[in-house]
Nanobody, 118 residues
Framework: QVQLVESGGGLVQPGGSLRLSCAASGFTFSSYAMSWYRQAPGKERELVAVSSAGGSTKYADSVKGRFTISRDNAKNTVYLQMNSLKPEDTAVYYC????????????WGQGTQVTVSS
């Protein structure tokens, strides 16, 4: 059974930091691209950062230089280090695992709330 369990969200002041974690199980973690998405109230879900199976990373322009995605294949965990947080970073953050084989395998976590406010 595939599971993605996010943790680390919470309330933080502008300029602060948080580290999100996503613990994965039930699939070959190292073979999957792991991503973080977010969805703010009234907005569509958007891609924040991707860590490919090969180790390359990509970021949304809005978070470049502030957020860092990393993965520990030994622990089946992907992280999102978020620094210099802004109120517009407020959203529910979701972990995603994806691989394309004969078909697309696409799994989601339940989300963790991040609120940036003074």
């Amino acid at each position: 059974q595939v599971q993605l369990v996010e943790s680390g969200g919470g309330l933080v002041q502008p300029g602060g930091s948080l580290r999100l974690s996503c613990a994965a199980s039930g699939f070959t973690f190292s073979s999957y691209a792991m991503s973080w998405y977010r969805q703010a109230p009234g907005k569509e879900r958007e891609l924040v950062a991707v860590s490919s199976a090969g180790g390359s990373t990509k970021y949304a322009d809005s978070v470049k230089g502030r957020f860092t995605i990393s993965r520990d294949n030994a622990k089946n965990t992907v992280y999102l280090q978020m620094n210099s947080l802004k109120p517009e970073d407020t959203a529910v953050y979701y972990c995603n695992a994806k691989i394309v084989l004969m078909r697309v395998y696409d799994y989601w976590g339940q989300g963790t709330q991040v609120t940036v406010s003074s």
